[in-house]
């Protein structure tokens, strides 16, 4: 394992994997852009052209239906078993993982395509076996480098492969977080949840099983957001959080950010979702001169303390972690 860089993201050589990875990707956007009218296919190939390794993190985070799930956990199972072996027999593989998990006009199309361009790119492509290993690292650092950039960590985190590979890709050219990489992290984010995403999202609220008149209440904050309206979504969704945490918890909660942090690790996520929340969201806010710019403190929010208007990255952060705690699962005990 070679040592961390201190002054960047990554290390080299886990940077030069990705790197190898991204020219897969590359190869197959006509693939994808061929495939965007078939029913399905973006979903499928989004899974495929995701960097080896990366698949086997993000494969439980993804909120997926079940033919879906298998369909992307077969092709990640071929591709991180058979990269080494020949060619001819990974396409073999991998056309017959598709045909016994679905029988669609999209494996029928996809059997057609001459994907022989492709096999000289694998066979001189230098696949390091030890890249699924290193999961764990890249993991930390992305979830770190979200928390330094004041955004929960949950945001890129549940999104689909372009958030996260873009997310990466900044990551990868930045040496420490800058004034410059948050900026840049804060327009990836903010671009990615368009108008039909948070419509999605509230649909995906309605269907959860929180109060008829909480669902409509929380529905009404999405709407505000899209309206601009910041400072409407922040002071309600804060004063939301602590009830819907202990709604989750068996018996006696605890202190608000002891319940968290069991739910969070009861639900297998790393502590920092835990600590952005305590530290950042309950954290101390004493005064307008404590307030984090992007950060709805609830303290801060329950004082009124405003350095300026809310932006719309506070707003995105409150609507997220919303969301995170509406999809936490009840502990067991």
């Known amino acids: 394992m070679s040592e961390f860089n201190p002054d ?9 994997s990705i790197e190898n990875s991204n020219k897969i990707k590359q190869s197959l956007e006509p693939l994808l852009e061929a495939a965007k009218n078939i029913p399905s296919a973006s979903d499928i190939m989004n899974n495929l052209a995701e960097p080896m390794g990366l698949a086997a993190i993000r494969m439980s985070s993804f909120h997926i239906d079940t033919s879906t799930f298998h369909i992307a ?5 071929i591709l991180s078993s058979s990269l080494t072996a020949s060619i001819p027999s990974v396409l073999e593989n991998f056309s017959s993982a598709l045909t016994t998990t679905i029988n669609s006009p999209f494996v029928k199309w996809l ?5 022989s361009p492709l096999t000289d790119i694998w066979e001189n492509w230098s696949f390091d076996p030890t890249l699924a290993d290193k999961h764990d690292e890249l993991n930390k650092i992305y979830l770190t480098a979200m928390h330094d950039a004041k955004w929960f960590p ?7 492969v372009k958030l996260f590979a873009e997310v990466n890709a900044i990551l990868g050219s930045s040496r420490g977080m800058s004034k410059r990489c948050e900026k840049r992290i804060d327009k990836a984010i903010l671009s990615y949840y368009t108008k039909a995403k948070i419509k999605h999202m509230k649909k995906q609220w ?8 909480v669902k409509k209440a929380l529905g009404q904050t999405l709407e505000a957001y899209l309206r601009k309206e910041y400072a409407l979504v922040i002071p309600f969704l804060a004063t939301m959080w602590e009830g819907m945490i202990k709604s989750k918890i068996v018996g006696n909660a605890g202190k608000n950010q002891d319940a968290f942090k069991r739910l969070v690790d009861e639900n297998g996520y790393d502590d920092v979702f835990s600590d952005f929340y305590n530290n950042m969201i309950i954290g101390p806010c004493y005064s307008i001169s404590d ?5 709805p403190n609830r303290h801060g929010v329950a004082h009124s303390w405003y350095a300026k208007y809310p ?7 409150a609507i997220l972690l919303t969301d995170f705690i509406i999809n936490l699962k009840p502990n067991k005990s």
């Open 291 to 295: 307030v984090i710019e992007g950060v």
């Open 206 to 213: 309605r269907k959860s099983d929180l109060t008829p008149h």
């Open 8 to 16: 960047g993201f990554m290390p080299d050589e886990l940077r030069k």
């Open 311 to 317: 932006n719309q990255k506070a707003a995105l952060n």
């Open 154 to 160: 949950y945001a890129g985190w549940i999104a689909d």
């Open 111 to 115: 059997q057609e395509i001459d994907l």
């Open 73 to 77: 956990n077969s092709i990640n199972n």
